[in-house]
């Protein structure tokens, strides 16, 4: 059974930073593009950024690019979010996932498999 389990989230000041990790498991993700979507409440669940298997490509969503890091390791079949300069606009649960192929923007009716969420919340 795959399993992708998020941990590092948490409340902090606004500029302040977080660093978001999620573990894989259940099969090879060889192949996979792994990224991070967020939702607030009452907003639908927004793409944040995506690195390709081999690691060499990585995508971010407008609002969070220059402040928001994503990398992988593969032997440990985890990725990374590293969040800085955050803002309160920036609370949300978020959301690990992963897609079969090179994608540049995870939209979550294409998803292979989530993660449960980890809460972030910035406040000002």
């Known amino acids: 059974q795959v399993h992708l389990v998020e941990s590092g989230g948490g409340l902090v000041q606004a500029g302040g930073s977080l660093i978001l990790s999620c573990a894989a498991s259940?099969?090879?993700?060889?192949?996979?593009?792994l990224g991070w979507l967020r939702q607030s409440p009452g907003k639908e669940r927004e793409f944040v950024a995506a690195?390709?298997?081999?690691?060499?490509?990585?995508y971010y969503a407008t609002s969070v690019k220059g402040r928001f890091t994503i990398s992988r390791d593969n032997a440990k079949n985890t990725v990374y979010l590293e969040m800085n300069s955050l803002k309160p606009d920036d609370t949300a649960v978020y959301y690990c996932?992963?897609?079969?192929?090179?994608?540049?923007?995870?939209?979550?009716?294409?998803?292979?498999?989530w993660g449960q969420g980890t809460q972030v919340t910035v406040s000002s």
């Open positions: 690195i390709s298997w081999g690691g060499d490509s990585t």
């Open positions: 996932a992963a897609e079969l192929g090179h994608i540049s923007v995870l939209i979550p009716a294409r998803v292979d498999y």
């Open positions: 259940g099969r090879t993700f060889s192949g996979y593009t």
